[in-house]
């Protein structure tokens, strides 16, 4: 009975957000004259207020990519902080346009939850950490290790099968808290501790000597980032898609915050399609067709977004890894503005 | 001490007419239980009426009806003229007119006793502050504890208080007078004081209906004694052929009860 | 013996006994320690037990918060151990540059003197209503109940018209939410309780199937469900732009739930009331809002003051709870810093958590030792 309402309440819900579709978000946004963004406010390097209370992060300069793109303005966004429960619900009901918040993209999310994924802004996975006295080269080497992990995740699964899967010896200690599984850990109760990686480099600051412990290469699981938005307003997805996919090309093209002027002025057709110096693709989203211009001046390409973020110059050093471009050996890859 | 040699008098309320209380083939039951059957009394503007009865007669619960602390099933009951019923504004008026003083003083412990005698006529007479502690001190005065005005009820004697709700009820300028064993919670040596009170109240002229069983009090003040017995009244009279001749099997057994 | 006449057996004191001092063992120290400490072998167990334990617990928690504490520093290299300082305590310089986050949340720095106003306005009010020696109560109840309610809207929300830019509750955050949260309950659940209450003993059936119903069903479901209902549910129903705030709806939730264990609160104090009360009360002709508001209800709230009390120092701590929707109190605020990479090390969550505790015991002490201190003014001056 209680799943029937709930069921019919969410039906009714995605039926009105289908309906509301026609609303046209864009439109509501800049009558609005603000970006309502639902973000992670407890995340190191994603989403997580600063001293003065502003909000940083790699999923939040996200949001101010898109809040720069139609304003030309990067404040002009509403961060609502949401919980990894109600995120969903948050998106569905409209209370926020778009979700920036460590969201893995699943067949069942972008479906029935009637999502839309965007594309995968991070490539995250399951990651260990060890001590560097352990001279472990590979997660491989992990045979019969004591190894701290959150109850009831589905990291704890994850563990599990990629264990099996190499026919491998697991004694797993498992916390209700993450804080309490890296105490152990520092502790000396494990040999390892595994978590979602982009996790995992933040964990690694709050153990007693940060310089002993290393992240293993190995990424055990897929757990693929993005941006959603709601389904049935597609030029709203494509807006939010783009946005995602031109911070890969300005990236690609060596369009940064500090050149872009320059650039502006530049002979190459790719470039020149990109800032909207030829061609009307912004207009084809709705947007102004400098619409690039405006993101990259405002929040960088890419790989300036990760660097600030996560990078080498934030305690977290997250190495770019699988978020290399694909012209440097990683995954990220973005169709061509054409 | 400031205290005038006799203590001032006051006339009690008018009624608009002759007759205070008419009490008219009145009915009352506690759920199955018949308590009041067929009561009938009329008290004339003016007259002291003492009701006595062995416990649980229905004394209490027939003065009780008569302000409307508790509620008649059946027959009238008139005051100075008005009938009760269920119309609360009507409630309202027929309290303002009848004070009651009760076994247990029910003085309000949080209020001083000059606040205690002054909250009806402020929030219900709509008296200005001062009168009202004018009209409280006055009586303080007349039931001889002015010196008591900024205690509370606790710091006083059982007679002290019952006084003070004497004069509480005096206070509101009522033209009758509820009394329900005034003097039954009282060590022994404050009786005295709080019967002179209201012997004095009923020299005033004030209508009075007394639950009591001091029958000295009775012979003094009272125009007619009421015995009940069994929810009935069982015989009226005046207190010199009440207790002289009683007429009634149920009187004289408990004349002789009481007057052991 | 003297005092003895000799004659018969009857008695009759010829002379008055002056009083003496107490023996020595009853009062001073020793006598104390005697009859407080070691007056049996159980005494004595237990005495020696808890004076271990302090010993056991108290130092090592003064090292780690005073002595090996780190009280200023840039970023988290202040607060990691060293060869030359390898026991590392309490980092305060993390709490010292993040206080204003805690405070304030994400409200913008060039308006957070409003808040600071607020704060002053609200300890006015607090002040004027609670101080024992406070002139013109009256005065202070309207201030505290329209005026400061109206004034700090106006504050905080903001008003562009008079040059306050307006402030969204989302960036409403620490110490202001939990104060505005728990101040919304602790002031909307009294007097929604009482009506609640007298509902509850009312005589007319649908009032009191009402005030029934929605008490049982209050208290039957846990705060978490009541704060989840109204922000998740609520959005799924209403479109969005009636929708209200998603703090509002916490207040809601909040004021509602603190209101129907106010209520039963209440009604015991109404049942402690001896019926003689009303009887006097009905007697002297108030009606019954008189009666109810100048005899019953505050003799009712006064015997349940302590009871009171412990209804908003849990709603005070409740009001934890807030953040399973999303709205950063004191506690989430601090949750959400330590995890800075800036100032991630292994004494930094622990430094958060002490910190809350901390200021959550003063709030909680303050509240309950003023209980105390007016109950123990009232049972001295209104006796029954
Ligand atoms: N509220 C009530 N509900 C049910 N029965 C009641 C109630 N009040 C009184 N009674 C019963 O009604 C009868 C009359 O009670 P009442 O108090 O009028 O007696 P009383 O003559 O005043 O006795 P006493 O001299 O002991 O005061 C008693 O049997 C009593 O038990
Ligand atoms: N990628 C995961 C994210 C899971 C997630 O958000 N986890 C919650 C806790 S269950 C969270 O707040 N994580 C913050 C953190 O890891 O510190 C998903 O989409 O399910
Ligand atoms: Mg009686």
């Not at chain 1, 190191?44 to 303005?73: K, T």
């Not at chain 2, 009272?222 to 009634?248: C, K, L, S």
């Not at chain 2, 004289?252 to 052991?260: E, G, H, R």
């Not at chain 3, 009360?277 to 100048?294: N, T």
Request: charged residues 20%; positive net charge; aromatic residues 10%.
């Amino acid at each position: 009975m209680k799943r029937g309402i709930l069921t019919f309440g969410l039906a009714i819900a995605i039926a009105s957000a289908a309906f509301s579709a026609s609303a046209q978000t864009l439109n509501a946004i800049k009558q609005r004259g603000a970006l309502n963004c639902g973000a992670n406010g407890t995340l190191a390097g994603f989403g997580l207020p600063d001293a003065q209370g502003n909000w940083a992060g790699f999923d939040v300069d996200y949001c101010r990519a898109i809040a720069a793109a139609i304003f030309d303005d990067p404040t002009k966004v509403k961060f609502v902080p949401l919980s990894a429960k109600d995120r969903f619900t948050a998106l569905q009901s409209g209370e926020v346009d778009v979700l920036a918040r460590n969201t893995t993209w699943t067949i069942s999310r972008d479906t029935s939850l009637g999502l839309n994924f965007t594309g995968t802004n991070y490539y995250d996975g399951q990651g260990f950490m060890v001590r560097k006295s352990l001279k472990l080269n590979s997660a491989l080497e992990l045979n019969d290790a004591a190894i701290c992990v959150q109850q009831g995740t589905t990291t704890e699964l994850n563990l599990a099968d990629f264990f099996r899967a190499n026919r491998m010896k697991l004694k797993t200690v498992t916390f209700a808290t993450s804080t309490e599984a890296v105490k152990a850990y520092d502790a000396g109760r494990c040999d390892a501790y595994t978590t979602d990686a982009s996790a995992l480099y933040g964990e690694r600051l709050r153990v007693a000597n940060s310089n002993d412990h290393v992240v293993l290469p190995e990424i055990i699981s897929k757990e693929p980032l993005g941006l959603a938005v709601r389904h049935g307003d597609d030029q709203w997805y494509d807006i939010v898609k783009w946005t995602h996919f031109v911070l890969l090309n300005a990236e690609e093209l060596g369009v940064a915050k500090a050149n872009v002027d320059a650039q502006m002025k530049s002979d190459n057709p790719e470039i020149k399609r990109l800032l909207g110096t030829e061609g009307k693709y912004g207009e084809a989203l709705g947007l102004p067709n400098d619409f690039v211009v405006r993101i990259v001046k405002h929040v960088g390409n890419y790989g300036e977004i990760f660097e600030r973020n996560l990078g080498q110059p934030t305690p977290l050093k997250i190495a770019r890894g699988l978020n290399a471009l694909w012209s440097k050996g990683g995954l990220q890859y973005a169709p061509p503005v054409r | 001490m400031d205290q005038p040699t006799s203590p001032p008098r006051l006339r009690p309320a008018k009624l608009k007419t002759d007759v205070a209380i008419d009490i008219i083939g009145m009915h009352k039951w506690f759920g199955d239980f018949h308590v009041l059957r067929d009561i009938n009394l009329r008290v004339m503007g003016g007259e002291r009426i003492v009701i006595c009865g062995p416990s649980g007669s229905g004394k209490s619960t027939m003065i009780r009806c008569i302000n409307r602390l508790e509620e008649h099933q059946r027959g009238r009951i008139l005051i100075d003229g008005m009938e009760l019923t269920g119309d609360l504004r009507r409630i309202d008026e027929i309290r303002r007119e009848v004070g009651m003083v009760f076994q247990h003083f029910n003085l309000f412990p949080h209020l001083t006793v000059l606040e205690n005698l002054t909250l009806a006529p402020i929030w219900v007479r709509k008296m200005p502050k001062k009168d009202a502690d004018d009209i409280a001190m006055h009586f303080l005065r007349r039931v001889k504890i002015p010196e008591q005005a900024h205690k509370y009820p606790g710091q006083l004697s059982g007679g002290q208080q019952q006084r003070v709700a004497i004069a509480r009820a005096l206070c509101m300028n009522p033209k009758i007078m509820l009394f329900d064993e005034p003097t039954s919670a009282l060590d022994p040596e404050m009786v005295k004081e709080v019967l002179e009170t209201m012997v004095q109240l009923a020299e005033d002229g004030m209508t009075m209906l007394v639950v009591t069983h001091e029958m000295g009090f009775a012979r003094q003040v009272a125009n007619r004694v009421v015995f009940m017995d069994e929810g009935q009244i069982v015989e009226v009279n005046t207190p010199e052929e009440f207790f002289a001749h009683p007429q009634h099997e149920r009187t004289k057994l408990f004349l002789s009860q009481i007057l052991q | 013996m003297a005092a003895h006449t000799p004659s018969g057996t009857s008695y009759v004191r010829a002379q008055a006994v002056a009083p003496l001092p107490p023996p020595l063992v009853e009062s001073g120290a020793i006598g104390w320690l005697r009859t407080a400490l070691f007056s049996g072998p159980l005494n004595i167990v237990l005495t020696i037990l808890s004076g271990a334990l302090i010993v056991l617990i108290v130092p090592p928690l003064l090292n780690f918060l005073i002595f090996d504490a780190t009280w200023s520093g840039a970023d988290r290299e202040a607060c990691l151990a060293r060869p030359d300082r390898p026991v590392v305590g309490a980092c305060w310089a993390f709490i010292r540059e993040r206080l204003g986050y805690f405070i304030y949340g994400f409200y913008p720095i060039a308006e957070r003197w409003r808040v600071d106003a607020f704060f002053v306005l609200l300890t006015i009010g607090i002040i004027w209503l609670l101080a024992p020696t406070a002139r013109r109560r009256t005065l202070g109840a309207i201030y505290f109940f329209v005026v400061m309610p109206v004034l700090a809207c106006v504050l905080l929300l903001g008003w562009p018209a008079i040059g306050l830019p307006e402030v969204s509750t989302t960036q409403w955050g620490g110490m202001l939410v939990t104060v505005v949260v728990s101040g919304v309950g602790i002031v909307f659940s009294l007097p929604i309780g009482i009506v609640l209450a007298l509902g509850r003993r009312s005589r007319m059936p649908l009032v009191k199937l009402f005030s029934v119903i929605f008490i049982e069903f209050v208290r039957g479901v846990p705060l978490v469900t009541v704060l989840f209902m109204a922000s998740v549910m609520l959005p799924l129903f209403v479109p969005e732009q009636w929708s209200p705030d998603k703090l509002l709806r916490a207040l809601v939730g909040v004021a509602l739930f603190a209101s129907a264990y106010m209520a039963e609160v209440v009604r015991a104090g109404l049942q402690a009331i001896p019926r003689g009360q009303y009887e006097g009360a009905m007697a002297v002709g108030l009606s019954y809002w008189r009666m109810m508001g100048l005899i019953i209800l505050p003799q009712a709230l006064r015997v349940t003051i302590p009871n009171i009390v412990n209804s908003y120092i849990a709603l005070f701590k409740d009001t934890t709870l807030v953040f399973i929707v999303g709205i950063f109190d004191f506690l989430r605020t601090i949750e959400a810093a330590r995890v800075d990479p800036k100032w991630a090390t292994p004494v930094t969550s622990t430094t958060g958590y002490a910190f809350a505790a901390i200021v959550y015991f003063i709030c909680c002490y303050l509240m309950s030792r003023y209980a105390r201190d007016m109950e123990a003014r009232l049972t001295t001056t209104h006796r029954r």
